[in-house]
């Protein structure tokens, strides 16, 4: 039971880890969304949650093929 388990974690891991440049804009614009519905204190952490999320996906597509795909995105949803 508990392989079974590990094993749908990490297949489900690696299905969201490759969701694409405009789900992964998507993502981020969601995040800083929520910022908003949140108190001062939580804002600020999540904030600072969503700041190293865009961080994290403008390194995986820079000087890639889809870094303007995301950044297209990621526009549209501001």
Do not use: W
Request: charged share 30%; proline share 1%; net charge negative.
């Amino acid at each position: 039971m508990r392989l079974g388990s590990i094993l749908l974690f990490v297949t489900g891991s690696l299905f969201l880890a490759s969701c694409g440049p405009e789900a992964d804009a998507r993502e981020v614009c969601a995040c800083f969304h929520e910022v908003h519905q949140l108190s001062e204190e939580e804002g600020t952490e999540k904030m600072n949650a969503c700041l190293k999320q865009l961080d994290r996906f403008r390194s995986r597509y820079k000087n890639s093929g889809d870094e303007i795909e995301f950044e297209t995105a990621l526009d549209r949803c501001r």
